[in-house]
């Protein structure tokens, strides 16, 4: 009943910023949104790099524009990364902004809770020509050009907060421009929106000791402090780890010098040769080096399938929005 309630809220506010879209701010250029209907696990923010990449290839300069969730110093925009450099910590910037500007040498990320204030910077003092927002499909006060929505199987049947893991109801999917699914048991009828799938893997470990890369063969233990740790995990045995030892920790764990000693000391025990954890978890535990013993880290990518195909309908509709903009 309370779900039902909650999915009738969402949809009410939906509609509501659909009838009345001058209460939606705008920006200059165009702005693609990246986002899900659930609560985390989809693989938004790997989609958005790879997104941010194919402008990069096609010589635009994105701008990514994330809320900074949990960030703990900073107020309004902060200017993560711009192109030529790296301008800010992770406090101020949040763990996913600042893996990504780690990620996307070239291209602008912004962090703070407002994406409009930040979008302006990003056009007027940055250079930007186009925006990358990262979660943005439930961001309603900010007006898109494009909304790519991430699915699986799971979201189409699935209740709303807070019986079920759903931010909206599925049927709100009619307002995506693209929808991608990120498992192979999806079946998408959508007339209205292009579908498209995704591929899902984790990058080689690389390895550090003592802050300079190292390379390393044997067992690891792995951690994660994210969303879908177990997927991780599974994905780092399937590309050939061997994993003695997991630890999982709640998304965006903030790490303490405590949880690093309790890490290493279970490592230890469990015969590892080196900690292994995610891209994301890297920028939170980086501020505790040097270590004990190794570290390595594998970035999960989120690749659109097929790929010639999506590249060829975003760049479709980044221009068809640079035309109506210009008309």
Known sequence: MISSIYAAAARRRREWYAARPQSRKRLRHPVISIGNIAVGGRGKTPFTAAVARILLETGEIPAVLSRGYRRTGGDGAVVVRDRAGMRADLARSGDEPLMLARELPGAIVMSGADRYVSGRVAELHLGATVHVLDDGFQHLQLDRDVDIVLVNADDLAAKTLPGGRLREPPDV???????????????????????????????????????????????????????????????????????????????????????????????????????????????????????????????????????????????????????????
């Open 173 to 327: 999917l009619i307002a995506a421009d693209a929808i991608v699914a990120v498992d192979d048991s999806v079946r998408i009828n959508a007339p209205h929106a292009a579908v498209f799938g995704a591929r899902r893997s984790v990058a080689p470990v690389r390895f550090e000791a003592g802050g300079a890369p190292c390379s390393l063969d044997g067992p690891v233990m792995a951690i994660a402090g994210i969303a879908d740790p177990a997927g991780f995990f599974s994905a780092l045995t399937s590309a050939g780890s061997t994993l003695v030892a997991t630890r999982a920790f709640a998304d965006h764990h903030a790490y303490s010098a405590r949880d690093i000693a309790q890490v290493m000391t279970a490592a230890r025990a469990a015969g590892a040769a080196a900690v292994v954890t995610t891209a994301k978890d890297l920028v939170r535990l980086r501020p505790f080096r040097p270590f004990a013993m190794p570290i390595g880290w594998a970035p999960l990518t989120m690749e659109p399938e097929p790929p010639d195909e999506f590249r060829r309908w975003l760049a479709a509709a980044v221009a068809a929005t640079r035309d109506s903009i210009i008309g």
